[in-house]
């Protein structure tokens, strides 16, 4: 019998949507005030999802306390307050989306779990605008 468990978190970021190949107005037109090139900010929350057999010895699909800690380490401690653009490695060539967050989140996240688990990540940018992305 498969159980999905969930945990949530949160972290506050700034970004900029932009491409660098475009000009001003290419990135006004497709990304409207998100493209502001002095950034803006958004209040994540994020909520982690882990699908897998309950284990008989402990009753635990995964024990939350080591994905609590594991998602401060690899999550909120490299993007809490961060300029996602400037300061983090993988938004200096990719725009930083909640779609390419997710999968960032993602990558980071699913080295550190067992194989036979899976893992899936949704990221609410803001109350009404939330991605899912589960490795597919």
Known sequence: ???????????NAAHRLFRKDWDDQRNRDIFGK????????????????????IDPETGFVVDMKLLKDLIYS???????HKNL?????????????????SVVIWNKLRPNL??????????YETPR??????GS
Do not use: Q
Not at 34 to 52: A, D, K, M, Q, R
């Open 85 to 101: 653009n400037v300061e983090v490695e993988e938004f200096k060539e990719m725009n930083p989306t909640a779609e390419n967050i």
């Open 114 to 123: 067992k194989k036979s688990l899976s893992l899936s990540v949704t990221l």
């Open 74 to 80: 690899e999550v909120e401690t490299y993007l809490d």
């Open 1 to 11: 019998m498969k159980v999905t468990v969930h945990r949530k978190a949160h972290f």
């Open 129 to 134: 605008n939330f991605v899912t992305y589960d």
């Open 34 to 53: 998100c493209s502001n090139p002095n950034f803006h900010g958004h209040n994540y929350e994020l909520i982690v999802s882990v699908t897998g057999e």
